[in-house]
């Protein structure tokens, strides 16, 4: 993949970016009290907002997939039960809408969160309830990504 096909977030932008959703997250005025970070690249952006919102209750949630027809596909969210419950009061986090497919599946499983993503590419941010930052259609190389 040429650089140029890639965006390279650094740390301060995504600190940013993510206070940015925060922002947008406060003015919807929904009193939110649990977090549900999607692992794993939904692990950095959930411990940002937990503080930023204050929201004590946070927890994981994965996503199982399987190999079939020659393609990596998400099937179901692994172990929904150990998040309990899930309600209009839960945000569901994680650090890119891209296609979409993830929160898809992660609706079906969990209809009444609120999804928000720090960045959202224009295929997936219609899937998501809020994002931060709308990025290009590239390859996203998160700080966590790279060695410095």
Not at 9 to 25: P, R, V, Y
Not at 83 to 97: F, R
Request: glycine share 8%.
């Amino acid at each position: 993949m040429l650089q140029s096909d890639k965006i390279f977030i650094k740390w301060d932008d995504f600190h940013q970016d993510t206070k940015d959703l925060c922002a947008k997250i406060k003015a919807t005025g929904i009193p939110f009290n649990k977090i549900v970070a999607i692992s794993r690249g939904g692990l950095f952006p959930a411990g940002v907002v937990a503080y930023e919102l204050g929201i004590r209750d946070c927890t994981v949630v994965n996503i199982a997939t399987y190999v079939g027809s020659a393609h990596l596909k998400l099937d179901e969210v692994a172990h929904p039960e150990t998040v309990g419950k899930v309600d209009e009061h839960t945000l569901i986090i994680d650090d890119v809408a891209d296609q979409g497919q993830t929160v898809r599946v992660m609706r079906r499983t969990f209809p009444k969160g609120y999804y928000a993503t720090v960045y959202a590419k224009p295929v997936g941010k219609s899937d998501v309830d809020a994002f931060g930052r709308e990025l290009e259609d590239k390859w996203i190389v998160f700080p966590w990504d790279v060695d410095e």
